[in-house]
């Protein structure tokens, strides 16, 4: 179960509708299709997920930082994924989270440090940077290797046997945890409705140090 909160920028109410139909394939397999709007528009990025069948299955993925951003902005992995932090940047991060899934921190570097680190509890972490406070991300840590995310068009298409799951909808505007509802596969139709906050600003201070970065980016190669 996801219970962390983003608990960043304010909350408007909007609200997103999810409808989801689900049918039959052959052998035994159910498909489910979902589509996420906001305001009547679809919403691209929200993380859905199935729960109650297949065990996560471990891996190893990467967060980087590029233009003082982390790269993705939200990760989404499995129980017991390792996740590597390079520092993409020319400038030292010091990458921390105090989210009760996973609070860890990474002394200020530069490069790649030597350890993953390990995300072995379900539950959203919000990674930030100690040194530049604007830079935010999300690590979504899922119990279950049945999830998907929504595209441009607000569409999403998770494939699972026939069964009951618990069906969880997730997004970095969430104004809340995330939202579950039970269903059937094959068999349910599913309305869901969740309420975002506005995107939060961009900070002050990251024009000035993406600038000073393309500038020493420039200096380097004037003196190759």
């Not at 528009?41 to 891996?59: F, I, N, R, W």
Request: charged share 20%; proline share 9%; net charge negative.
């Amino acid at each position: 179960m996801i219970t962390g909160k983003s608990g960043r920028a304010r909350l408007a109410a909007a609200l997103v509708s999810v409808a989801a139909m689900a049918w039959a394939l052959p052998a035994a397999a159910g498909q489910l299709h979902v589509q996420v709007t906001a305001d009547g528009a679809p919403l691209e990025g929200a993380v859905l997920s199935l729960h109650g069948g297949d065990a996560a299955v471990p891996g190893q993925a990467v967060m980087d930082q590029r233009n003082t951003a982390f790269e993705p902005g939200v990760l989404v992995i499995e129980a017991g994924t390792a996740v590597s932090f390079p520092n993409s940047d020319t400038v030292r991060h010091q990458v921390y989270s105090f989210s009760p899934a996973k609070p860890f921190e990474l002394p200020l570097y530069s490069g790649t440090p030597p350890e993953p680190v390990v995300f072995d509890v379900p539950g959203v972490v919000v990674v930030g940077c100690n040194i530049h406070d604007w830079m935010i991300g999300w690590i979504v840590v899922l119990d279950t290797p049945h999830h998907a995310r929504s595209d441009a068009g607000g569409l999403a298409r998770l494939e699972v046997p026939d069964g009951a799951y618990r069906l969880q909808a997730w997004h970095p505007r969430l104004a809340g945890d995330a939202v579950v509802r039970d269903v059937t596969v094959p068999g349910d139709s599913v309305s869901l409705s969740l309420e975002l906050g506005p995107p939060p600003p961009e900070r002050r201070g990251s024009d000035r140090l993406r600038a000073l970065q393309d500038r020493l980016r420039s200096l380097r190669k004037d003196e190759g």
